[in-house]
């Protein structure tokens, strides 16, 4: 009798498990549905840090643009600039404070960062994370995303769609940060030019060249 228990109990978590699975691809496929839409995403942003407390650590503002396959560009206005510049084959950070500009390899790991979702590839996320979604109400979803590899630069990610429109980012690293990205001045599908993804800096800026 204990036996058949065990087998019973077994059995149900074999069930159980392939049920959370078929979720969990079907939660990855409907996210990566709603991310195919976007052929260009542009907005304002206010980015909130807060630590493992809860205090608030960080505040800045500024505007992204992202357009597929692969373009990307971020500006931080505030408190200090800083701009990022993705091509798909590689990614630029300048800071004009330093007059400095790094130039990394775009690899596995930096393709996989949050905000770049919005111009790389998306056809296979399940493989990638570990994805779960939650509706609130006939417009609201939820998807919470959890890497599977043990090298990710997060722990994990949450994206909030209105109307099919991604309106927040919310993201939990290793240091127990909390980092909060709320969008405005939202605009999806407007023509962007390939030019407003590359990044104008003065000569005699330093140009480091990074590890991949």
Do not use: C
Not at 4 to 27: C, E, F, P, R, Y
Not at 174 to 196: H, Y
């Amino acid at each position: 009798m204990i036996a058949k228990h065990i087998w019973v109990w077994g059995l149900a978590m074999v069930v159980s498990a392939t049920a959370a699975m078929a979720q969990d691809n079907a939660s990855a496929e409907q996210l990566a549905d709603e991310l195919r839409n976007y052929r260009t995403y542009q907005a304002d942003f206010v980015q909130t840090v807060t630590d493992a407390q809860g205090n608030k650590v960080q505040e800045s503002r500024g505007k992204l643009k992202a357009k597929r396959p692969g373009l990307f560009y971020w500006e931080t206005s505030e408190p200090m600039s800083q701009y990022i510049v993705a091509d798909g084959k590689k990614v630029e950070v300048y800071d004009p404070d330093l007059e400095q500009v790094t130039v990394h390899p775009l690899d596995e790991q930096i393709a996989s960062t949050p905000a770049l979702l919005l111009s790389g590839e998306v056809d296979n996320l399940q493989e990638t994370y570990q994805v779960r979604s939650r509706s609130f109400g006939d417009k609201t979803m939820e998807y919470t995303l959890e890497p599977r590899s043990e090298d990710s630069l997060f722990l994990s990610l949450t994206m909030t769609f209105y109307s099919g429109e991604l309106q927040e980012m919310r993201l939990n690293d290793s240091l127990d940060q909390r980092s909060v990205l709320r969008f405005d001045n939202i605009e999806i599908n407007e023509d962007i030019p390939d030019s407003k993804f590359e990044l104008d800096y003065p000569e005699g800026v330093d140009v480091i060249q990074g590890n991949g």
